[in-house]
C-alpha cells in the first residue's frame, strides 16, 4: 500500500493541466500527451545504463528535465487555437506517468500541432509563472538574463580510458525550440485524444552537430556557441505518434 501511494505522490507531482479561459458554451476536448525517452531503441534508464553516441562515447544520463509550453493546433496551415496554460515541466525520473493534459481544447478536426521546447517568453521570466518545489532548481541565473532553465540533461561519459561528467543547460528566449508534427487529431466533445510523444537522447549528441564529450567541454551554462549546437540538434530529437488503443 505505501508503494502505490508514493506511485501516486510522484504522479501528482508531474501531472499539469492547463486551464484555459474559453467560452463555456463552445464544445471542449482534452489533448493528452504521454512523454516517453529513449536512447535509440532502448528506453532510457535513468543513473543505471551507459549508451553509446554517434562520437563514440559512452554516456548515462543522471537527470533529464525540460519544459514544453505553447502548445497549439493548426489546420490548413493555419493556427486554430493555443494554450494559454503556463509551462509544464517533465522529469524524466518519473517515466511511468509522464502524462501532460491540456484542457478545454474546441471541438473540431486538426492537421497539426507545435509546441516549444523551453518557455514561451511571456512566461520566461523570474515568478512568471508558478512552480513546484521540485523545480525550484530551474530557475536560469540572474547574470544570464533571469528567466529558466529550458532544459538540464546531465550525466556522466566515458571513452576508453578517459570518462567524464556533461550538463547540457539551455536557456533564454533565443533558444527557445518550436517542434511542429504533421498530424491529424479529432477533438470530440468530453473527451480525451491520446499523442504519444518520445524523445531519443541520441539526437542531442549528433544531428547535425557531432557532440565529442572526449573532445569538448561538455558544459553548455553560459556558453553560446554550444547552446547554438543543442538548439540545432533539439530540432530532431522528437517523433510523435497518436496512441492506439
Known amino acids: 500500500m505505501r508503494q502505490f501511494l508514493t506511485f501516486f505522490l510522484l504522479c501528482a507531482l508531474v501531472f499539469s493541466c492547463s486551464k484555459d479561459e474559453t467560452a463555456l458554451s463552445e464544445p471542449q476536448g482534452r489533448i493528452s500527451i504521454d512523454f516517453r525517452h529513449f536512447a535509440g531503441t532502448d528506453s532510457l534508464?535513468?543513473?543505471?545504463?551507459y549508451y553509446p553516441n554517434a562520437a563514440g562515447n559512452e554516456y548515462r544520463v543522471s537527470y533529464l528535465k525540460y519544459f514544453i509550453s505553447g502548445l497549439s493546433l493548426y489546420k490548413n496551415g493555419r493556427k486554430i487555437w493555443q494554450t494559454k496554460a503556463p509551462p509544464i515541466s517533465i522529469n524524466a525520473k518519473y517515466q511511468d506517468c509522464?502524462?501532460?493534459?491540456?484542457?478545454?481544447v474546441p471541438v473540431g478536426s486538426y492537421d497539426s500541432l507545435s509546441f516549444a521546447f523551453g518557455i514561451v517568453p511571456e512566461y520566461n521570466y523570474h515568478g512568471?509563472?508558478?512552480?513546484?518545489?521540485?523545480?525550484?532548481d530551474m530557475y536560469w541565473p540572474i547574470n544570464l538574463g533571469?528567466?529558466?532553465?529550458?532544459?538540464?540533461?546531465?550525466?556522466?561519459?566515458?571513452?576508453?580510458?578517459?570518462?567524464?561528467?556533461f550538463a547540457f543547460h539551455v536557456g533564454a528566449n533565443e533558444n527557445l525550440i518550436i517542434h511542429g508534427f504533421k498530424l491529424p487529431l479529432d477533438v470530440?466533445?468530453?473527451?480525451?485524444?491520446?499523442?504519444?510523444?518520445?524523445?531519443?537522447?541520441?539526437?542531442?549528441f549528433e544531428n547535425p552537430y557531432l557532440f565529442d564529450l572526449s573532445k569538448e567541454n561538455g558544459y553548455t551554462m553560459g556558453n553560446q556557441g554550444q547552446m547554438n549546437n543543442l538548439v540545432l540538434n533539439g530540432q530532431h530529437v522528437f517523433k510523435a505518434k497518436l496512441q492506439d488503443f
Do not use: C, P, V
Open 45 to 49: 534508464l535513468i543513473a543505471k545504463e
Open 98 to 104: 509522464l502524462q501532460a493534459a491540456f484542457e478545454q
Open 128 to 136: 512568471g509563472f508558478e512552480i513546484s518545489n521540485d523545480d525550484y
Open 146 to 165: 533571469g528567466g529558466y532553465h529550458f532544459m538540464k540533461f546531465e550525466g556522466h561519459w566515458r571513452d576508453g580510458d578517459e570518462f567524464g561528467t
Open 188 to 204: 470530440q466533445e468530453a473527451q480525451s485524444t491520446f499523442i504519444i510523444m518520445t524523445m531519443d537522447t541520441h539526437e542531442w
